[in-house]
């Protein structure tokens, strides 16, 4: 077991190198932040209150779900893909480590690494902005946590799903991209959930692409609590549970066919 946390800070300090790459991508979510927020408040200000957030709510899940983007993992990589691609997934197979658990660590120790020099930033530039309509007592934020870490690793379980498919298909830049664009629209980073048509909302809730998002911006921002907090946690451990388990088959029908392609 004691291989895991070892590859958790190997994730750490992995990501910790590309620091101009990180202060480039703390910017963007700043900017993209701040037109994010004007659009939501803009939406607001003309209706008054939208799904129970008014301007200042608005604008705080804008620049919450900026901060939590890089985090969470929203878009698709491919960085399975690419290793079933070359032929070294075999390498992973054959090492003394569950390739599955191992990747998931090291996506961790990414996210652990990434909640500071590309969270923080877009929420000082928010508080200076618009200001941020945020709970006062540690309870929303501590079961904020804990959401941040589930809906962590239900993005990297979907990820890592997503990814597997390259041990049948020979390129999967569609699919990737297929997931990006869903996992955009249905985390809540564009516009929160509860904004959608009701029949979409009800499309959006039932996949697993709110736990990653929505859910702990949700707990951050207090706009959840007691049973409903409970019953949101809940909700993302199941689908990281259901997540996994299909990749675990998905995984080992993909080992017995290996077959690799370039090398």
């Known amino acids: 077991m004691s291989a895991y946390p070892a590859l958790l800070a190997a994730g750490f300090r992995r990501w910790s190198t590309y ?8 910017l963007t979510n700043s900017v993209f932040g701040a037109v994010k927020a004007a659009v939501l408040t803009g939406t607001v200000g003309s209706a008054g209150v939208v799904a129970g ?14 901060a939590l983007l890089a985090p969470v993992g929203v878009f698709a990589d491919d960085e ?9 997934i075999a390498v992973d197979l054959a090492r003394p480590v569950d390739p599955q658990l191992a990747a998931w660590a090291q996506d961790l120790g990414r996210a652990a690494f990434m909640l500071l020099p590309r969270g923080l930033p877009p929420l000082l530039v928010g508080a ?13 934020h501590l079961l904020g946590l804990v959401a941040l870490a589930l809906g962590v690793s239900v993005s990297f379980a979907a990820r890592f799903l ?41 499309l959006a809730r039932a996949t697993p692409f709110p736990s990653m998002l929505q859910t702990p911006a949700d707990l951050f921002t207090g706009r959840l609590g007691g049973a ?3 019953r949101a946690v809940v909700v993302q451990a199941g689908w990281l549970v259901g997540l996994l388990l ?3 088959v998905l995984l080992a029908a993909g080992s017995r066919r290996l077959v690799v392609q370039g090398g």
């Open 19 to 26: 620091r101009a790459a990180t202060a480039a991508g703390a």
């Open 128 to 140: 200076l902005l618009t200001g941020l309509s945020l709970p006062a007592g540690p309870l929303p």
């Open 162 to 202: 997503v990814n597997l498919t390259a041990f049948w298909l020979t390129e999967i830049r569609g699919v990737l991209l297929l997931y990006t664009v869903t996992a955009t629209l249905l985390t809540g980073l564009t516009i929160p959930v509860s904004w959608f048509p009701g029949w979409l909302e009800a």
């Open 228 to 230: 409903e907090a409970a």
């Open 53 to 66: 957030y008014d301007a200042t709510q608005a604008a705080t899940f804008a620049w919450i779900s900026q």
């Open 80 to 88: 399975v893909a690419r290793r079933v691609r070359t032929g070294d």
């Open 246 to 248: 299909a990749g675990r």
